[in-house]
């Protein structure tokens, strides 16, 4: 039954059917460019490093919930207000009424998991599109966040919450560093250099893993299982590619749907919890455009904006250009307004080649 | 053909509100046999799958399964009783590999203490050789389904549904947006689905693809049946006046030669 008019594929065409064949094209383009660009100005020491990676880090914690949901076949507008909203509830829960930090984290977790439980329940019972759906709820929860706020503390932002934190059992979890004596002894042998002057002279620039970067690691490395290995990941695959067909042999699309909506505001208060743990403060105007910005990374990994195709690996590697060329651009002293414009002309050249590959798997014309 | 049927509905009836869209239709399919159902554009052929596949539920009328009276409440339901139905477009979806496709929902998997993962290297085998064994050379099991040709997609829809124990197969259209060489392609995946001993539904408005496969034929016009033939007791030509209510094709002939 094979067809003999169907045309050899050569290498190359197979190989941009990997989703995240533009990634690692683009991330090593942006590697190749700011080290020729930028190599003198520490971006590449220990210091530099850590620098761009705890932004990148940052994107993808929010760019691997963004994109297991865009695979599902959803978007979530509403990640950034929820990042606002999850570390208000910490402060005031932890500070404002002076309950225990892990508490007020475990109230922030279940509280915004359950608000993504509820964008997704409507999302599946109404049949709406979830850009809706989710940009109603990026405005309820934006002007929650300020209102409790306001009704709690007469501000917006609330600060003490490192003193709040100091000796509890859950906040290192998200606050601290690891790996601190492995940077003592890369210091000892001279690999990476220490303060010279201050307080901490003799102590190493970088003085541990910051739980930021630990956080984003397994988060992709989990998302990633789930993703590629798992029943339940081909169920996230059949459910964003034909939530019809996916129901017709037997996959339950809408469960699938609401528990991706839950993972989104889980990534999302695991960023709000780590964001304010190193601030030592909320405000309720935290995680402005986040929302944008990890579906943006996602899209850059090569997933579809209709659902159904693309990686974790590939949203990771998009969180990563995000992160070294805003930093980038800051090491080299480019205008950091010319960061939106990278981002815009990005997304679109992203966009173009993802509809092009989605042809070529599909044989639409 | 001495067994029981595998199903068989008796004088079906279903209402929508003031609408009746079967008005007594009676059916059966028995293992190792092609029945096709055949009629034009709303005769009630879409109305009666569902109910045979369990998505509605008759108004009137019983339905029985090896000879048990049986309710199907769910497609489900029908489908852990091993009926099985293969919609037209809603088959495959085109941006998943075959593999991923043919196991989609009910995915085999190893355990590692609490985690379970695919197994993929059993799923790759078996579809590789399901595929085979249907005359489908893939390229490999992680092709997308959307570079197979309509026929071919149509193919690893009804392996799969073979695979996971279908006893009838309900074929929506299988063949009515093909080509000539894919439409025979299906049409002897058909044939080989039936010597394994399985009951084939065949829906189809084409006399033609229904006499090259069928051993039963059954006309549906508005909401009703016109009786079941037997291959060999009736032609193309008595079963497409069938298909237009009775009426000669000739007058079809004389609308087209006023136009």
Known sequence: MHDERLKPMSP???????????????????????????????????EGVMNWGIVAAQFAIIAVGAGLLMIAGEFDLSVGSMIGFSGMVIAI????????????????????????????WIVVKTGLPSFIVTLASLFILRGLTIFLSISATRQTI?????????????????????????????????????????????????????????????????????????????????????AQAARYTGVPVKRVKVSMFVFT??????????????????????????????????????????GGYGTVIGAALGALIFGVVQQGLFFTGVESSLFRVFLGVILLLAVIMNTYTRRLITGER | MTTTPIIELRDIEKHFGPV????????????????????DNGAGKSTFIKTMSGVHQPTRGEILVEGRPTVLESPREAMRLGIATVYQDLAMIPLMSV????????????????????DFAHA?????????????????????????????RQ??????????????????????????????????????????????????????????????????????????????????????DMMAGGQELASLEEAVAEA
């Not at chain 1, 829960?93 to 997704?120: D, E, S």
């Not at chain 2, 050789?129 to 309509?150: C, N």
């Open chain 2, 20 to 39: 009746i869209a079967l008005n007594g239709v009676s059916f059966s399919v028995f293992p190792g046999e092609v029945h096709c159902l055949l009629g």
């Open chain 2, 99 to 118: 593999t991923r496709n043919f196991w989609m929902g009910r995915e085999p998997v190893k355990r590692f203490g609490p985690i379970k993962l695919i």
């Open chain 1, 93 to 120: 829960v932890g500070v404002a009424w002076g309950y225990p930090i892990w508490l007020a984290i475990l109230a922030a977790f279940a509280l915004a998991m359950l608000i993504g439980a509820i964008n997704g």
């Open chain 1, 12 to 46: 190359l065409r197979k190989a941009m059917l990997r989703p995240e064949l533009g990634a690692i094209c683009g991330t090593f383009l942006v590697f190749v460019f700011f080290f020729l660009v930028a190599r003198d100005t520490g971006m590449f020491s220990a």
């Open chain 2, 155 to 240: 193919t690893v829809a009804i392996a799969r549904a073979v695979h996971f124990g279908a006893k009838v197969l309900i074929l929506d259209e299988p063949t009515s947006a093909l080509g000539v060489r894919q439409t025979a392609n299906v049409l002897a995946t058909i044939a080989r689905v039936r010597k394994q001993g399985i009951g084939v539904v065949f829906i189809t408005h084409n006399v033609r693809h229904a006499l090259a496969v069928g051993d039963r034929f059954t006309v549906l016009n508005r909401g009703q049946t016109l009786g079941t033939a037997n291959k060999g007791e009736i032609d193309y030509e008595a079963l497409q």
């Open chain 1, 158 to 242: 609330v600060g003490g919450v490192r003193d709040a934190a100091e000796g509890d059992w859950l906040a290192p979890l998200f606050g601290g560093k690891v790996f601190g004596g492995l940077f003592v002894w890369l210091a000892d042998i001279g690999v990476i250099s220490t303060y010279t002057r201050g307080t901490r002279a003799g102590e190493p620039v970088v003085d541990g893993i910051p739980m930021m970067m630990v956080w984003a690691i397994g988060l992709i490395v989990f998302a990633h299982v789930l993703l590629t290995k798992t029943p339940f990941g081909n169920w996230i695959y059949a459910s964003g590619g034909d």
């Open chain 2, 124 to 152: 790759n085998r078996v579809t590789l050789e399901e595929m085979r064994k249907m005359g489908i050379q893939l390229r490999g099991p992680d092709q997308a389904v959307g570079t197979l040709s309509g026929g071919e």
């Open chain 1, 265 to 306: 505001a889980f990534c999302a208060t695991v960023f709000a919890t780590c964001q304010v743990m190193e601030f030592g403060s909320a405000a309720a105007d935290r995680g402005l455009l986040k929302e944008f910005e990890a579906i943006i990374c996602v899209v850059i990994g090569g997933a579809l904006l209709t």
